[in-house]
């Protein structure tokens, strides 16, 4: 049996009384599973939910609970030395926005599959500059660069001005699209991402190969954003998470995103429910509506979903 299903946009719906945490430390874990292990314990008694990567450089993570319990898992989690310095982003949640808990121990961080040419982000990594003094770059109109490190579909909905968007489908392509933009290697350059996890490795990467001044936003696109929501990011942010796009302007924001079907101004990302096809795109709740909140990027892909049995209502 085929499955397909609705999407349910009231369950993207801010909730305040939930918070999303979003951090990262690159520092050596000798015993990953003991890590594993330690946050597995301590999210189900908190009952959080998100995503955790750890490997021997470091944690990834992304988790959602109530205000309450994330702050008792960051005065814990930063109760380890290892951790203590960690660098935090917090954004309201809305009570749903991770199916479940997963944790996982992976080679890496992020993926970039280096190979040979791996290196150690504590060791080859660009230098920072923090949301205050990029806001001030911008004011003062100072000549830089901005290479924006995220993939294609995040760009779509916001990003800042003067930015350089590689056509990047994943992260790890970063080392086949560096030719995109080799004609940037003697200008000041600033790599940006959602959290700052991605450029620690991209700048590092860059300078790798030979960029002469290259800058890593530091707290990544969503410090920058929380410090100035009427900065120079136009649009809002996307993420990896059930909120799918999120902003610091209570939606104040200019649309960059245009529907598929329509071409009206839309933020709202949805994956075709055609399984062969399953594309992420954007689509306005009116298109969406027409099809029963079942979402078909085409004509096509509509009629192999009404062969399909469709699966209970999930967002
Ligand atoms: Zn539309
Ligand atoms: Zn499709």
Redesign the pocket.
Known sequence: MVLYMKVKPENRQINKRYRILLFYKYVTIENTQQVADWQRGLCTRLKLTGRIIIAKEGINATIEGSRKSVEEYWTQFTADPRFADTHLKMSFGTGNAFPRLSIKIRPELVSLKLGEEDFDPNELTGKRVTPDGLHEWFEKQNDFVIIDMRNDYEHTIGHFDKSVMPSMKAFRELPHLVKEFENLKDKKIVTVCTGGVRCEKASGYLVKKGFKDVYQLDGGIVSYMEKYPKGHWKGSLYTFDGRVAMDFDNGKHEIMGR?K????P?EMYVDCADPTCHIHYL??E??LKKTDYVPCCSPECEKVILQMTPQSISS
């Open positions: 529907c079907h329509c071409a009206e839309t689509s306005c009116s298109c």
